[in-house]
């Protein structure tokens, strides 16, 4: 019987220390930290190396180096971590990546932006550039061709580096751009009032420049600047020539088709089929297309016939003036301080005459009938 009792208590004993073991085991494994995930400088490990590289399905050589310092000098940096973009890497060896050419592996990469810069990536999806990507165009510009992999540094300091960096594609259009006002003063004299070319089409969503949405907007874009008193104030520039426009021909038939035909393409003149689109020069300049030499030519490309007369008449976007547009000047002067008040005057002495005569023929009747 005394047997059995300390058989039973070696039982409960070896319960409760297996319990108490299996407890701790249980607890241990919950709480313990996940696998090391590694880091930068285990990367580094390898792809320090300049000669680290793989080859694609294609044949090509495709480098896995990275630069350190050019990494560590990003806007990325140790903030973000190689593992930061690349989620999919945990170990070594690496998950094996099927690559055709060295093109489609950047187009398949590019995707793992989002991770951070969701609303960027949605608005790039609609622009010009996805658009053409969708056609299996692979010349498409993506995010890493304009911001760079392992080095992506601010994209607007200096400002020079927005048009420098489309300038890679568009490098006829650049050109023209750098001969510009707006070019020069950028690339001599590192003016940040100047547009870019994302100031006027766009960053991420960029519209397809040459359709007739895009030409009917134009002249809000150069709005955007030419209606800014700061800025334009440095430059002696009036901040009148957009609502002047506006109050033009030109301007009122643009502003009709834009609120009621937006997708209908207008002919009517909208700033650049006057001033020039990429190559747009100072009106003082003798080349520019709206310097006084030129501007018969520029006129007459709508306007058939079009003489130094027709020219003259013209008002350069500003209100007329006793200097410029005396008649128009005169015209409007003389509507608006002598036809006005003498119309409103004559109304209101017409209609105080027949108050006058109706009271008096009240009178009248008011005494017959006393009679």
Avoid at 61 to 87: E, M, N, P, W
Avoid at 194 to 200: I, R
Avoid at 234 to 250: A, G, L, M, P, W
Avoid at 312 to 323: K, N, Q, R, V, Y
Wanted: charged share 20%.
């Amino acid at each position: 019987m005394k047997r059995e009792s300390t058989s039973r208590l070696n039982i409960t004993i070896a319960a409760l220390a297996g319990a108490i073991i299996l407890t701790f085991m249980i607890a241990r494994t919950l709480g313990a930290a996940p696998p090391d995930i590694p880091g930068d400088e285990t990367c580094l490990g390898c792809h320090a190396a300049k000669s680290l590289s793989t080859v694609t399905d294609k044949g090509e050589l495709l480098s896995l180096y990275v630069d350190k310092a050019a990494l560590d000098g990003s806007v990325h940096g140790k903030q973000v971590g190689c593992t930061g973009c690349h989620s999919d890497i945990k170990s070594y060896p690496h998950p094996k990546r099927s690559m055709v050419d060295r093109r489609s592996f950047a187009i398949e990469s590019y995707s793992l932006c989002q991770q951070c810069h969701s609303v960027v990536y949605q608005k790039a999806l609609d622009s010009v550039h996805s658009q053409v990507l969708k056609t299996q165009n692979q010349n498409a510009p993506i995010c890493t061709d304009c911001h760079g992999y392992h080095n992506v540094v601010k994209p607007d300091t200096p400002k020079t580096r927005v048009s420098q960096t489309c300038a890679n594609c568009h490098r006829p259009i650049f050109d023209n751009y750098v001969g510009s006002v707006h070019g020069k003063a950028l690339t001599t004299e590192d003016n940040p009032d100047v547009p870019v070319c994302t100031d006027c089409h766009g960053i991420h969503n960029i519209k397809e420049a040459r359709t007739a949405s895009f030409r009917i907007e134009s002249p809000e874009v150069c709005a955007g600047c030419h209606t800014n008193k700061e800025i334009m104030s440095k430059y002696n520039i009036s901040t009148d020539v957009y609502q002047t426009y506006r109050n033009e021909f030109h301007g009122i038939t643009t502003l009709y088709y834009k609120v009621n035909f937006p997708t209908i393409w207008c002919y009517k003149a909208v700033c650049t089929d006057c001033h020039g689109v990429h190559d747009i020069k100072p009106p003082d300049d003798p080349s520019s297309s709206v310097a006084k030499a030129n501007l018969v030519n520029t006129c007459g490309k709508c306007h058939e016939g079009a003489n130094q007369s027709f020219t003259d008449a013209w008002t350069g976007h500003l209100p007329p003036s006793p200097e410029k547009g005396f008649l128009i000047w005169a015209a409007q002067a003389a509507w608006a301080w002598f036809l006005i008040p003498v119309t409103v005057v004559g109304m209101l002495v017409h209609i105080g005459f027949d108050w006058r005569k109706a009271r008096q023929h009240r009178r009248r009747e008011s005494e017959d009938e006393s009679r």
